[in-house]
């Protein structure tokens, strides 16, 4: 038996109007057309609902019994269309983020925070990933968006810049290079590094920078974090490279001393990708444009156009 919600509602109004006439004309249809509805609802139910008399309508005990139930039907149905619309507008959902270490640790967290203060109801699910697994997740449709740092691209898919950072370079205190005048990249290569783990934005820049100068990286150990990396360098098993803000931040920490890189390569922009951003869920589309430099951070910053780069 399927009962249909336009001929419970039609039932709740004739009750609620006392008539099928005024009930009609509450709910702009002819009264036969009600009246028709009710004999079919009385049919599906195989008994009486409504007893016609000269004074209105009045309901049958089973009319009682069904218009408690047709309310709450009614209401439920009303909030399914209601949160419903809360996904579709966005309001409510969930954004799958993939982002490199690099914007994990410098900018995602205040950025995240103000956007589900924004939208309450949307949940981040943010994992940490190398930039070639970001634009695999982003393709095999695992994430809805990625955040890496600026790299060739040809998987077709669409970015928008995030932050830019830039690269220095780390050393033990006392290290020779910390006392060398003008220092540049080049000097460092006569010493041993301490690198991030393999698929690294940050390796890969770097040994483009030595391939550049005809020079290889003498890689001693990999690690796979920037306070792994600070504390192998404290231990003086090398020198490692990381951005300037991350490098500040541990500094103290860990006694190690920083020397900014000059290089123009040492300055990198980080990116927001998608597969596409016009078939982006609401919920992601909301998250990319409280991304975007110059967003809006408050609620109605869905409004704002997104322009692909």
Same mark, same amino acid.
């Given at each position: !038996?399927?009962?249909?919600?336009?001929? &419970?509602?039609?039932?709740?109004?004739?009750?609620?109007?006392?008539? $099928?006439? /005024?009930?009609a004309e509450r709910e702009h249809i002819a009264a036969a057309a009600v009246s028709k509805r009710i004999s079919e609802l009385e049919a599906q139910l195989k008994t009486r609902l409504l007893v016609r008399t000269n004074k209105g309508i009045r309901p049958t005990p089973a009319g009682i019994a069904l218009s408690a139930m047709a309310r709450r039907v009614l209401r439920e149905l009303d909030e399914i269309s209601? /949160? !419903?619309?809360?996904?579709?507008? @966005? =309001? +409510?959902g969930l954004v799958r983020v993939c982002a490199n270490i690099s914007a994990i640790t410098q900018f995602l967290p205040q950025d995240i925070k103000s956007f589900t203060n924004a939208y309450p109801n949307i949940h981040v699910d943010l994992e940490e990933q190398v930039t070639?697994?970001?634009?695999?997740?982003?393709?095999?449709?695992?994430a809805d968006i990625g955040i890496f740092s600026d790299t060739p691209l040809d998987q077709g898919i669409e970015t928008l810049p995030y932050r830019e950072d830039t690269l220095a370079l780390i050393?033990?205190? @006392?290290?020779s290079l910390a006392a060398k =005048? %003008?220092? +540049?990249?080049?000097?460092? #290569?006569?010493?041993?590094?301490? @690198? &991030?783990?393999? %698929?690294?934005? *940050?390796? +890969?820049?770097?040994s483009r920078a030595a391939d550049e100068l005809k020079r290889t990286i003498k890689l001693k150990v990999q690690v796979t974090g920037f306070d792994a990396l600070c504390f192998m360098v404290n231990s003086e098993l090398g020198i490692?490279?990381?951005?300037?803000? $991350?490098?500040?931040?541990?500094?103290? !920490?860990? @006694?190690? /001393?920083? #020397?900014? *890189?000059?290089?123009?390569?040492?300055? +990198?922009?980080? #990116?927001i990708g998608v597969r596409s951003f016009e078939s982006l869920p609401a919920a992601a589309r909301l998250f990319v444009e409280h991304l975007s430099p110059g967003g809006d951070k408050a609620p109605n910053a869905g409004k704002t156009p997104l322009n692909v780069q």
């Open positions: !038996m399927h009962l249909d919600p336009i001929s &419970l509602k039609l039932f709740i109004s004739v009750l609620e109007q006392g008539t $099928i006439a /005024r009930a209601l /949160r !419903m619309k809360e996904y579709s507008d @966005g =309001a +409510r070639p697994a970001i634009i695999k997740s982003i393709t095999e449709n695992v050393v033990p205190a @006392g290290h =005048a %003008g220092f +540049r990249f080049v000097d460092a #290569l006569d010493y041993e590094f301490i @690198g &991030l783990h393999t %698929g690294s934005a *940050i390796n +890969r820049i770097v490692g490279v990381l951005p300037l803000a $991350i490098a500040k931040r541990y500094s103290k !920490m860990f @006694g190690i /001393r920083i #020397l900014p *890189i000059k290089e123009s390569w040492a300055r +990198r922009k980080i #990116l």
